[in-house]
């Protein structure tokens, strides 16, 4: 079974702070690696990662992927109130029965405090 | 919001029933997945559809069936409800092999 990692599960930290979400993943050959924030119900996508040591970046967030040693960041700096929510990694296998099957990992609780 | 709507918001049922859950995808798009979340857990793939035709299926009972239409909306049907069958159910449409987009959820709960 393809397995996605994320560390921390949960993380608390002040408005202004710069955080790093992990994401490492068992999945030796994928299509992509996305990244999803969760806040009430719906996961809204954020980034999606194909090629290894491209950054990919949206205001206050970035992302990069390692497709050497399997893992992800999710970085966010200037932390805000509205930043608190899930972070979720998921991943794409490239087989043909699986893709478009996205694998995901439990999540990173961020709760941002003012 | 990303065009993909779910209904029920939330339902309620008990242990031997039956449930369908209703999505409709964003415009445009021919594929819906379903996944399942439970509490503190990741969403877990159930099955996709493309074009009304099942296109893979994760580790689940045959007592999870699912429907695509051709307006590409879709259903999913759960008989037998147990338990652990609680759980927020998201729907996500994309073109095939294509970024996917989650509706809001319908969060089920068996009693």
């Known amino acids: 079974e393809d397995k996605v990692v994320q560390s921390p599960l949960s993380l608390v930290v002040h408005e202004g702070d710069t955080v790093t979400l992990n994401c490492s993943y068992e999945v030796t050959n994928f299509r992509s690696l996305l990244w999803y924030k969760q806040e009430k119900k719906a996961p809204t996508f954020l980034f999606m990662l194909?090629?290894?040591?491209i950054e990919k970046k949206s205001g206050r967030l970035s992302s990069i992927l390692d497709k050497k040693e399997l893992f992800s960041i999710l970085n966010i700096t200037a932390t805000q109130t509205g930043d608190s929510a899930v972070y979720l990694c998921?991943?794409?296998?490239?087989?043909?029965?699986?893709?478009?099957?996205?694998?995901f990992g439990r999540g990173t609780q961020l709760t941002v405090w003012p | 919001e990303t065009g993909v709507t779910q209904s029920p918001t939330h339902l309620i049922k008990t242990r031997g029933q039956q449930v369908t859950l209703r999505c409709s995808s964003q415009s445009g798009h021919n594929t819906v997945s379903w996944y399942q979340q439970a509490l503190g857990q990741g969403p877990q793939f159930i099955f996709q559809y493309y074009r009304e035709e099942e296109n893979g299926r994760g580790n689940f009972p045959p007592r999870f069936s699912g429907l695509q239409f051709p307006n590409y909306s879709s259903e999913l049907n759960v008989n037998a409800l147990e338990l652990d069958d609680s759980a927020l159910y998201l729907c996500?449409?994309?073109?095939?092999?294509?970024?996917?987009?989650f509706g809001p959820g319908t969060r089920l709960t068996v009693l």
């Open positions: 194909t090629s290894s040591g």
């Open positions: 996500a449409s994309s073109l095939v092999a294509d970024t996917q987009y």
């Open positions: 998921a991943v794409e296998p490239l087989r043909g029965s699986t893709l478009g099957r996205l694998y």
